[in-house]
């Protein structure tokens, strides 16, 4: 019986090793009891280097009402001394099977250094791209140019989009993961530039149909920002 539990336990360790991430090791978080009134007030965390960050939005993070609505977001701060062009995100789908799969579309909201609004976007997400070196599949990438004068990012869900649903790849077959697999391939090679400029088409191979899933209201995504150089 030791002997049985004892393989048991070393089955599950190497489960649970195999699982884990290439992603950073770190997930940053900032928490907020009370909803705040004005995003001066709000905690922002200073992106450093040019890692890809994870950074988590549950129900504890800091909320403020936007114009869509109270949610829940997380703030970022651009460093000064060195100005950046792109911002790029990753966000995994999550749940077993359609329909219990939910995705978190976040969008972003450029501040300048007195925080005031410049510009708000949904940016358009594109499914398995394999970009910012995520090769899990499930996973919505896009990309977005940062105003030249934006001193802070705010990531939140616009809840009044969400019950607008979100495409989902779900192969199943042979010939549809094989499908899948060219079509991340192809996105893959388009470049960030292409992805912010929206010159990217949807693709679609041997009449892959997509499914139709719903938002989440929270979520984790992976950000990374890229330093001028266009």
Do not use: H, W
Request: with cysteine.
């Amino acid at each position: 019986m030791f002997r049985l539990l004892a393989l048991i336990n070393i089955a599950l360790f190497l489960v649970s090793c195999g699982s884990v991430p290439s992603s950073p090791a770190q997930t940053l978080k900032s928490t907020s009891k009370e909803a705040i009134s004005s995003l001066s007030s709000a905690n922002y965390i200073q992106y450093t280097a040019t890692d890809t960050l994870r950074l988590k939005i549950d129900e504890d993070s800091q909320k403020f009402t936007f114009r869509s609505g109270t949610s829940n977001f997380f703030g970022l701060k651009i460093p000064e001394e060195k100005k950046y062009s792109i911002v790029e995100i990753t966000t995994k789908a999550q749940g077993p099977l359609i329909p219990l799969i939910r995705v978190y579309i976040p969008t972003l909201s450029f501040l300048d250094s007195d925080f005031n609004e410049i510009s708000t976007i949904e940016p358009v997400y594109y499914m398995d791209t394999k970009k910012l070196e995520d090769t899990r599949y499930g996973v919505y990438y896009a990309s977005t140019f940062i105003p030249k004068n934006a001193s802070y990012v705010i990531i939140y869900s616009d809840i009044s989009k969400l019950s607008k649903p979100v495409q989902y790849f779900n192969g199943g077959s042979l010939s549809l993961d094989v499908a899948l697999e060219k079509m991340s391939k192809m996105y893959k090679e388009i470049d960030k530039v292409d992805y912010a400029m929206g010159k990217v088409k949807t693709l679609d191979y041997y009449g892959f149909v997509p499914r139709l899933v719903k938002r989440d209201q929270v979520g984790e995504i992976r950000i990374a920002l890229t330093p001028n150089s266009y």
